[in-house]
Structure formats: C-alpha cells, structure tokens
T-cell receptor, first 114, second 114 residues
Framework: SAVISQKPSRDICQRGTSLTIQCQVD?????MFWYRQQPGQSLTLIAT?????????ESGFVIDKFPISRPNLTFSTLTVSNMSPEDSSIYLC???????????FGPGTRLTVL | AQSVTQPDIHITVSEGASLELRCNYS??????LFWYVQSPGQGLQLLLK??????LVQGIKGFEAEFKRSQSSFNLRKPSVHWSDAAEYFC????????????FGTGTRLQVTL
C-alpha cells in the first residue's frame, strides 16, 4: 500500500490569489490524480498528473486554472489559480498502486476562499 | 460513460443493527467496483473492491458487498454496526482492468445512534 501526505491540510485564502498544494507518496506508484470535493458533494476528477509532461485534464478543468506538476514518481503539486469563493472545496491527491487495482488517497486539503 | 448512483443520501441506524448501503452502476462491460469510507477530516479509505470471480467480497472492518450483474448493483453490508462506523460512504466504478479512472457516487452519510 501507499501512504499519501498533503500540505497544507487547510488554508483560508483571499479572492484572486493562488495556492499550491503538495502531495507526497511514500512508495513507488504508477499514476497520480487530483480530485475536487465541493461541500456536500462527491469527488470529481480534475486531472491525471503525468511525470515529466503536461497533466491530462478532465472536461471542465483547464491548465490555466489548475496547473499541475509531477517532477518525479512520488511527488505532485496542484495550484489553484486566481481563486474565487466557488473554488472553496477539499482537494484530494490520489495514487494508483503498482498493481493498477487500487487508488490510495491523501487526507485532503480544505480550501476556503473569502 | 460510466456512472454510479447511491440512492440514499443519509441513513441512520442503531448500534448493533444491520446495515445495507445501496449502489447502482452503469457501465458497458465488467466494471471494477469499489467502496470507500471517509471519516470527518480524513481522506478516503478503501473498504473493499470487486474485479471478478466470487460475487460476494469481504472487506475490512467487517464489511462485505455483493455484485449482482443482473441488477447492476454492488450493495455494501455489515451485520452489526458500531458507533465508529459513522462516516460518509462512497461507491465508485472503474473501467475494466484498472482502478485509474474512477467515477464516484454522491455518497451516503451514515449516522449511528447509541
């Protein structure tokens, strides 16, 4: 299994600013993902973080708003840019294990935008 | 496109009572099916998964789920609920052969009364 940590665990930000969330995995994994969980709702996949190349974004999400990096196999960052109150959510990082049969999730970053 | 429906938004059971959480999926081929639990302030923890074979799968914390292809269902059960089981439960479906592209249901919040 893999243990995933995220920093920060929570933050309160002002409208128009940007926040970068870090995700670290303690062991080798294959794919890494970023999800958004809006208040009272389910998880929505934002993008797949690709090592050394541009992330693959799902419909409705764009790189200018959510730039993602994955410089190595076990680390990724998600930036939420030019934030608005609608970006207030929990952002979760996940990783797919070597067997491709289980996703492990981080504890999430709770973001509040004022 | 794959989809997941969890018809019950909120369920309340008494401690010691049995539990069944419903999940219906839509997917053209044999899906990979998952149940995750999210406790307040925590990330998602995998309870169990189904890929193939025996349609009754056992998971952690005394949970089990049964895959019924004819009903497109994957309901989660526990014979005797503990107060610590109070949490949000998510059913998810992945494409055949991988747990990478997960689609989550809207979740069921379980409340346990003493």
């Amino acid at each position: 299994s893999a243990v995933i940590s995220q920093k920060p665990s929570r933050d309160i930000c002002q409208r128009g600013t940007s926040l970068t969330i870090q995700c670290q995995v303690d062991s080798q994994v294959t794919m890494m993902f970023w999800y958004r969980q809006q208040p009272g709702q389910s998880l929505t996949l934002i993008a797949t973080a690709n090592q050394g190349s541009e992330a693959t974004y799902e419909s409705g999400f764009v790189i200018d708003k959510f730039p993602i990096s994955r410089p190595n196999l076990t680390f990724s960052t998600l930036t939420v840019s030019n934030m608005s109150p609608e970006d207030s959510s929990i952002y979760l990082c996940s990783a797919l294990g070597l067997g491709y049969n289980e996703q492990f999730f981080g504890p999430g970053t709770r973001l509040t935008v004022l | 496109a794959q989809s997941v429906t969890q018809p019950d938004i909120h369920i309340t059971v008494s401690e010691g009572a049995s539990l069944e959480l419903r999940c219906n999926y839509s997917y053209g081929a044999t899906p990979y099916l998952f149940w995750y639990v999210q406790s307040p302030g925590q990330g998602l923890q995998l309870l169990l998964k189904y890929f193939s074979g025996d349609t009754l799968v056992q998971g952690i914390k005394g949970f089990e789920a049964e895959f019924k292809r004819s009903q497109s269902s994957f309901n989660l059960r526990k014979p005797s609920v503990h107060w610590s089981d109070a949490a949000e439960y998510f059913c998810a479906v992945g494409a055949t052969g991988t747990a990478s592209k997960l689609t989550f249901g809207t979740g069921t919040r379980l409340q346990v009364t003493l």
